[in-house]
Structures are given as C-alpha cells and as structure tokens.
C-alpha cells in the first residue's frame, strides 16, 4: 500500500511515472528491512526463488511476495498467441526419471 500510495502521490508521481509498482514494492521492502537491522544480502534473499524452499513456512508477507515473483516469471515465460514461435497444441514427450521402489515391488500381491 506504501508503494502505491508514493506513486499516486502528486508530489512525486511525475518522478515515477516510469517506474513500475513491483520495482517500488521491492524498494520499498528493502529500506522497511533496513530500517529493521536487516542487512542488503538479507533483503535480496527474500526476492530470490529457491525451488526447494518450503513455502509452508513463510509468513503472509514473504509467501505473497515469493507468489508475485511466479507470477512474473510465468508471465514473462508465457507464450501468447500473437508470438511468432507460438504453437497451438504443443506435446513435448519427457523422458522419465523415476526408479522404482521397494515398496512397489510386492504390490502386486494377490491381484
């Protein structure tokens, strides 16, 4: 809200008419951190996407900025169909890379 709130702001919305509402929302979490104690590495940390991190344990704040950051990179990755490599029904084939389990071996019983 911050965020918004200096972009709509007629004493400064000349100045960051060009500059987009996500690059304002991370400035903004950066200086809040600092302000806290928090270090530039610690900030930065909490805009990086980790694959293995556990989203679980977030808290409200973090999940929804870590769920921003997916929602521009999908974005950016997204294929439209105006896009001159655009293909309508695209099937890819992946190979598999599960091996089997133990427990799956004896499943079989009786059936």
Request: aromatic content about 8%; proline content about 2%; charged content about 40%.
């Amino acid at each position: 809200m911050a965020a918004e709130r200096l972009k709509n702001h007629p004493r400064h919305q000349t100045y960051l008419e060009g500059v987009s509402q996500a690059q304002l929302e991370k400035l903004h979490i950066i200086l809040r951190d600092h302000l806290q104690g928090f270090s530039l590495e610690h900030s930065l940390a909490s805009f990086s996407l980790d694959p293995d991190e556990d989203l679980n344990k977030l808290d409200d704040d973090r999940l929804a900025r870590k769920k921003n950051q997916m929602d521009e990179v999908f974005e950016r990755n997204r294929r439209h169909r105006d896009d001159a490599d655009f293909v309508y029904d695209l099937e890819k084939d992946f190979k598999s890379t599960q091996a089997k389990c133990s427990w799956d071996d004896d499943s079989d019983d009786g059936f």
